[in-house]
């Protein structure tokens, strides 16, 4: 189902696997409600994935499964849940760059990959960690060259851009599994990655939250509710988080579902072609793979489209369905 809006004059014009860690930073939920009520993209299935070990926003041994019931409870929250289809991610990440999760994750990304049956080119769009893209690949290393990542993750290039104030280790979702993040890079896949600098541009303010999201019916009541969550969960350990939230998942949406109308591409937003870098086991970036293309940086995201365009099939489903 790729139209919930009902817009005959709008069609596909692509599959997007969606990957995200739903039991952490509720971002993904407002990221998934929007690229739901995005009909140029067909959703081919989800990918309810893991967080690092210990993780403070779900420290248990049942991420994945956890992301489940989240992912469930905003397709139920909007009526969807029997039109999509999820397969849930591992719930840890690999061993080492050779030896892949065999899950039915994987496998399902392998057979949407090799699809005979439509021209629509496939996004895998992450706001995680990559196990199962990763163990995809180890699988079947041939269908790197049937689909592009679209990633949120990764630190800043030092020449591009200096990391923010305090940080300190490898970024929050190449941290939930670095080794599947080198196997990915050393593919070749085509790759569009969102690196911190970037996706820490994308900010929603409360005012924005309150009155363009959550008077808009019983999903935007939702979403507001869960972004609210946080910051009373935050309050309570003494850690004010300001009128800002970062919204660094939706930038998945943004280029893929949001591309302009001719030579389609996500035009608004800004890039560099980057050399492939390897990835250390620290996290850090390496020397360059000259052997494999270089790779999409995406230094800034057209915030105004992506929020605009939010706001307004937040209200027309709102309009629609209560």
Do not use: C
């Not at 699988?139 to 689909?147: G, K, L, N, S, V």
């Not at 009155?211 to 969550?229: D, F, H, M, P, R």
């Not at 890039?271 to 793979?289: A, F, K, N, T």
């Amino acid at each position: 189902m790729a139209n919930l809006l009902n817009w005959p004059l709008v069609k596909p014009r692509a599959r997007v696997i969606i990957d995200n860690d739903y039991s952490g930073d509720p971002d993904d939920l407002v990221q998934t409600a929007h690229h739901l009520l995005s009909p140029t993209v067909e959703i081919s299935f989800f990918v309810p994935s893991h967080l690092s070990v210990g993780d403070p926003w779900d420290a248990t041994e049942h991420q994945a499964s956890n992301a489940e019931k989240v992912l469930r409870k905003l397709l139920a929250t909007m009526g969807v849940e029997e039109h999509f289809t999820i397969h849930r991610g591992a719930e840890k990440a690999i061993v080492d760059r050779a030896t892949p999760r065999d899950t039915p994750a994987a496998r399902a990304i392998i057979a949407e990959a090799r699809r005979t049956d439509t021209d629509l080119p496939l996004f895998y769009a992450a706001g995680a960690g990559l196990t199962d893209l990763a163990s995809a690949l180890l699988i079947d290393p041939t269908i790197a060259e049937r689909m592009t990542l679209v990633w949120i993750g990764g630190p800043e290039y030092p020449e591009l851009a200096p990391p923010p104030p305090g940080a300190n280790g490898p970024e929050y979702n190449l941290r939930i599994d670095i080794a599947a993040a080198q196997v990915v890079f050393a593919s070749g896949m085509a790759i569009w990655q969102v690196p911190r600098n970037a996706y820490r541009q994308v900010l929603l303010s409360y005012a924005e939250l309150i009155a363009s999201v959550g008077t808009q019916g019983t999903l935007g009541a939702y979403l507001q509710k869960s972004i609210e969550a946080v910051m009373e969960r935050t309050g309570k350990i003494g850690f004010n988080i300001g009128e800002t939230y970062a919204m660094g998942d939706s930038p998945l949406v943004t280029l893929t579902a949001l591309q302009s109308a001719f030579e389609a591409d996500p035009a608004s937003s800004f890039y560099v072609l980057q050399p492939r870098p390897v990835i250390r086991d620290d996290g850090s970036y390496g020397m360059v793979e000259t052997r494999l293309p270089p790779i999409r940086v995406y230094t800034q995201i057209d915030n105004r489209l992506t929020f605009s365009d939010f706001f307004a099939k937040l209200q027309l489903w709102a309009r629609d369905h209560g």
